[in-house]
């Protein structure tokens, strides 16, 4: 067994892994609210009082099991992210630059425990650099619609862990070849534990089904990731991440990332961050930074 297959299954296997840890930490713990929530709804908001901490799936790549508040909104997204690679699979050093303005997650709390998302992609723009022959190729416009719901099993309100489930459906809306255009979708399973000393730890587990870049099928892909963050000092927070892809494509390369970043809050209600991701295989974008925020209401 080659260390590239020996890798991917070593990710894959080790977290999920972690499933049973987690459930064991989540004996004897309540994951009932000490005050009943149950009854709030999109069109009956949650009171400000009872709303709990805000959380987000940004910055980093692991989403996180915790929804937002009935009858609140929620709005995650780049400001700007840019990614450079040129130590990639393509050959004589092809340099592909992209840069994505304004990616946008809207949220909506429908339940205590339910929300719904729409991830929308206002403009793309891909430069195509083939250091070979010199030819430059660029794309650029609207990019894909991607709806999602997250569901929290437990641990939404109190708890030492959290469990959540996220179905998401990705609609070919791109423009200019920037996608695939093709509908697919999948499964993610986000968990939360709180660590000793303050720290927190996110993994994820997520099973989607790809259009195969030849013909008309649909193969698997798996993604696998684990992310520690920590309060630095003040409203400042920071994380580290390690990212995982595999597809079941014949001849698909292992995809692999380690992120780092910060957050910052001002207030209940509102959340600066920036990051960079770096890629640790072949396959993956060099580097990647970005500069985002978050707002509730």
Known sequence: MGWTVAARIFCFVGLL????????????????????????????????????EMVTDRPD???????VDAGHFQLEMDLLSYSY????HLPNATVVESWAFAPINLKAGLLNNLDAQLILEPYNKVRVHERATGLVTRQQGFGDITARLKYNLWGNDEGKTALGLMPFLK??????????????????????LSLPADFGL????????????FGGGYHPEFINSLTVGHDLFGNLGGYVEFFSLVSAESR??????????????IG??????????????????????????????
Not at 85 to 88: A, I, P, Q, S, V
């Open 268 to 297: 209940k209600n509102l959340q600066l961050d920036c990051g960079v991701n770096i890629g640790l295989t072949r396959s993956a974008d060099d580097i990647n930074p970005f500069l985002g925020l978050s707002f509730r209401y």
């Open 171 to 192: 609609l070919p809306t791109s423009h200019d070849g920037l996608g695939n255009n093709s509908v697919e979708g999948g499964l993610i399973v986000p968990l939360a």
């Open 17 to 52: 892994s972690l499933g049973p840890i987690v459930l064991a930490a989540a004996e004897g713990v309540s994951s009932s609210p000490s005050v009943d929530k149950g009854s709030f709804n999109l069109f009956s908001p949650t009171p400000r009082a009872l709303m709990r």
């Open 202 to 213: 996110g993994a994820m587990v997520e099973f989607d089904a790809i259009r195969d870049s």
């Open 85 to 88: 690679d040129k130590y990639n």
């Open 252 to 265: 698909s390369p292992w995809v692999s990332t380690f992120d780092v970043g910060l957050t910052y809050g």
């Open 61 to 67: 790549k692991t989403e996180s099991p915790y929804t």
